[in-house]
C-alpha cells in the first residue's frame, strides 16, 4: 500500500470513530517525530503494538479485502499466562461496505466483536477439525450478547449496531459491511496480531508500504524500524 493512501485512510477514519461519538487516545495523534521524542515513556504501548493499524494482508486489494484497526489497549501474554493482571485488549475497527476480513481464527485470543455503529456487520463462520484446522463440514456454538447461538457450517451472522459476538479459540471468521460502512469494537483477552492470527489462505497480516510521501502518524508494523 502507498503511504498516501494510508494516510488517507487513518484521516477517514478518525472521522468515522467521531461520528459515532468514540475519540482515540492522546497518542493516536503524535507525528512520527512526537513518537520517537515520547519512546522512553510509551513503551507500554509500543511493546503492546497500541497504535494504528491498516492491512491489505499483502494482497494489494485494500478496497476489496482489508481492514482498518487501532489498538487502544493491549495487556500482557505474561498476565494470561499466570492468571492475573492485565489480560485484556481492546480495539476499534473499521469494515467498508463489502471488504472483506478473510477467514481466520486465533490460538489464544477469544474475543467480542461488537457493533458500534453504522451498518449490518456480518459474520460469517465455520468449526475446526480435531487438530483445530478450519472444517468445512463442522460448525459449532458461539454467544451473540451472552445468549447461545449454535451455528452451521458457513452460517452468517448479521449483527445490527449494539449487538455482538463471543469468538472461542477455533471458531474461524470472516467478516465484512452489508449496506454500507461498520465501524467495530473489539475487546479481547490479550491480543498478538504477529503470531496469533491463523488463515485460512496463505496470505501476510500486515500490508507492505511504498513510501511516497512521508506518514502522518505511525503505523504498528513500523514501530521496529522507525523506533529502534
Partial sequence: MKRSRINDIMAAAEDLIRHYGFVLPPFAQ?????????????????????????TDYGEGRFDEMGLFLFTLRNGLLSDLQR??????????????????????????????????????LVVELFGSDDKG????????VVLCDGIARPYGPGDKLQLA???????????WHAFWGEGGDVLIGEVSTVNDDETDNIFRAPIGRFAKIEEDVAPTHLLVSDYDSWLS
Avoid at 521524542?37 to 513503551?43: E, P, Y
Avoid at 484446522?133 to 459449532?140: I, L, N, P, S, V
Avoid at 449496531?161 to 471458531?171: F, K, Q, R
Fill in 30 to 54: 503524535w507525528s512520527p517525530a512526537e513518537f520517537k521524542a515520547n519512546a522512553a515513556r510509551a513503551q507500554r504501548v509500543i511493546s503492546g503494538r497500541c497504535g494504528w493499524d491498516i
Fill in 83 to 120: 492468571g492475573g493482571g492485565m489480560c485484556y485488549a481492546e480495539k476499534l475497527l473499521i469494515s467498508r461496505q463489502d471488504q472483506l476480513s478473510p477467514m481466520h481464527t486465533h490460538v489464544i485470543k477469544a474475543e467480542d466483536i461488537i457493533n458500534r455503529g453504522g451498518a449490518t
Fill in 133 to 140: 484446522a478450519f472444517a468445512e463440514d463442522r460448525g459449532g
Fill in 161 to 171: 449496531p449494539g449487538e455482538s459476538v463471543t469468538l472461542m479459540p477455533g471458531d
